[in-house]
């Protein structure tokens, strides 16, 4: 297997804080650095969540726009992805920033357990977000933290509410979601081509110790690898993660043990069928 395999990180998400590891990057400065040195690694997705001075989550357009213009500044053409989930606003205000028109965007079409409350992504809202990244000429990343998730990406895809084959991520190891199963991860690759084709892309996160596990079984079986400290501020058990571009060397040499190639900024433009970069 020999095809390109794109590596997306996710730098900071809303939960973990300098508390848990000092090197996750909240200011938007620090973001900056973090991804290009990402970028430097072999990433070429960056997926965005900003934080507030006190490092709290946030929805702040402005914070958004601050980042995007850095990146593109920093990192040409690298693939910008920012994040509508539900820690860090509420309602419509989860997709304010997506006027911005990043490449692309999270997208989760239904509800699930998180580890200590519901992660409520209603029919209406959901709804509201896939119409606003058409209108934007953004790309959504289907966030998959259950098998229904992905009939219900296919489901608006049919129905024209998500344009051009849905690109869909595993979301696997969240406590009180989906756990980390071989069988379940064999038989999700199994249904999105099934639904989607036999040639639709699709993507793997595993949260914390099982973010390895999951970007040895994406680059294994012809998907793409998610890694970062959104997900795991650890290297092994004993050691902190040093920096999100640590972890994006040691997924590209997970793509290199099973021969393959590191996506470049256009090749993963081309194989999710994005638009040129600015």
């Not at 993660?241 to 040499?253: I, M, Q, W, Y």
């Amino acid at each position: 297997m020999t095809h390109p395999a794109i590596i997306c990180v996710a730098i900071t998400g809303s939960v973990p804080t300098k508390a848990d590891n000092p090197a996750v990057p909240t200011s938007v400065s620090e973001q900056i650095e973090s991804t290009h040195a990402a970028f430097e690694a072999g990433a070429s997705i960056m997926h965005a969540h900003v934080r507030n001075e006190d490092e709290t989550p946030s929805s702040d357009p402005d914070r958004f726009a601050r980042l995007k213009e850095g990146v593109e500044t920093h990192c040409p053409g690298m693939i910008i992805q920012f994040s509508t989930g539900g820690r860090s606003g509420a309602g419509t205000e989860r997709g304010g920033m997506l006027p911005l028109r990043p490449d692309m965007a999270s997208l989760s079409v239904g509800s699930n357990n998180f580890p200590t409350r519901v992660y409520e992504n209603p029919p209406d809202l959901v709804k509201w977000l896939a119409s606003e990244m058409i209108t934007y000429d953004i790309k959504p990343e289907i966030e998959a933290f259950d098998l229904s998730h992905i009939f219900r990406a296919a489901a608006m895809f049919e129905a024209g509410e998500i344009k051009n084959t849905p690109y869909v991520q595993f979301v696997m190891g969240v406590k009180n979601a989906m756990p980390v199963d071989r069988a379940v991860f064999d038989f999700y690759r199994a249904t999105v081509k099934r639904l989607l084709g036999d040639d639709a892309p699709w993507c793997a996160a595993g949260i914390g110790a099982n973010q390895i596990v999951l970007n040895e079984w994406a680059a294994a079986e012809g998907g793409h690898l998610r890694t970062g400290l959104e997900d795991n501020v650890r290297w092994d058990k004993h050691t902190l993660a040093p920096s999100n571009a640590a972890l994006v060397t040691r997924a590209a040499e997970i793509c290199a043990k099973h021969n393959r190639p590191v996506a470049t900024p256009a090749q993963a433009r081309t194989i999710l069928g994005l638009r040129a970069a600015a």
